[in-house]
């Protein structure tokens, strides 16, 4: 079993910034594919973007590019998403998630999942 808890979120205002934090505990090494999703009741969930414990490899969606990063920390078990340039449309509950494959989390889903965190954006 892996276990997740996001922090972070909050209210800000268009263009400012948050950095999310998801904190792994358990068989991390199970679940090398690590991701965050975000989902609004309007639009269902969504990919945001992805990254590797080993090798670092990251991805992300079309709509997230250029302002955010995500990061890891592989000493604290600790994968991070930071967030600039933020948009109302990026409002939303935002999901860590653990995967043992790449392709699971590109296939919009996930092994494991966090218990969610809420970002607003006030315009």
């Known amino acids: 079993q892996v276990q997740l808890v996001e922090s972070g979120g909050g209210l800000v205002q268009a263009g400012g910034s948050l950095r999310l934090s998801c904190a792994a505990s358990?068989?991390?090494?199970?679940?090398?594919?690590m991701g965050w999703f975000r989902q609004t009741p309007g639009k269902g969930r969504e990919f945001v973007a992805r990254?590797?414990?080993?090798?670092?490899?990251?991805s992300y969606a079309d709509s997230v590019k250029g302002r955010f990063t995500i990061s890891r920390d592989n000493a604290k078990n600790t994968v991070y998403q930071q967030m600039n340039n933020l948009k109302p449309e990026d409002t939303a509950v935002y999901y860590c998630?653990?995967?043992?494959?790449?392709?699971?989390?590109?296939?919009?889903?996930?092994?494991?999942w966090g218990q969610g965190t809420q970002v607003t954006v006030s315009s």
């Open positions: 998630a653990a995967a043992q494959r790449v392709a699971t989390i590109l296939m919009n889903t996930a092994d494991y």
């Open positions: 358990g068989r991390t090494f199970s679940t090398p594919a």
């Open positions: 990254i590797n414990w080993t090798g670092g490899g990251t």
